[in-house]
């Protein structure tokens, strides 16, 4: 089944990003060049990217989460709004990386706090991206390919997943995903915080 393409929104949720990155910089006393030397991303590029001048792409907003020591999916998580129990299709946060074209998801309820968040994702014909390690510590992933094929690098491991393949995440290591093609990869990410860890996932 084919996801629905980012829409005007997506610009919107670029402007909310940059406010929560700024925010979440603030609230550690993180001066940009401390932010540059722990996330590897330019003190220039964050900079822009706070400002609302530039959209980071997947792979840097997974280096500057991992700079503040927070998730990547608290980035995405809604700040407004009353908590309900049903995410309505038309509310659920949708982002497009300006670099792969991949889209991003968050369907799973916002704000309850449950300890599960499920991401929708769909990733281009030749796409790649990458998370580093941080991305993953103190939770339990679970990949669920839903069409397409998707190849999966996680430390010195890689997996080849096909339609109806679900991937436990093996270690808290650098990870990639890539879409080898010829169609559209749409799979589910399906991540649990593990017990005494606060942070969304």
Known sequence: MEMPKARSSAETLDTRLAKRLAAARAARGQTLEELAQASGVSRAMISKIERGESSPTAMMLGRLAAGLDVSLSSLFAEVEGTVEPVA?????????????????????????????????V????????????????????????LSGRLRFGNGTRVFDLEAGDCLRLPEVADSWYFNPGPDPAEYLVMIVRLPGFGRSA
Do not use: K, M
Request: aromatic share 10%.
């Open 88 to 120: 309505r299709f038309e509310r659920q946060p949708l982002w497009r990386d300006p670099e792969t074209g991949y889209i991003r998801r968050d369907v799973a309820p916002p704000g309850t706090g449950s300890s599960q968040n499920i991401v929708r």
């Open 122 to 145: 769909e990733l281009p014909a030749g796409a790649r991206v990458a998370y580093p390690a941080f991305s993953y510590a103190n939770t339990d992933h679970h990949i669920l390919l």
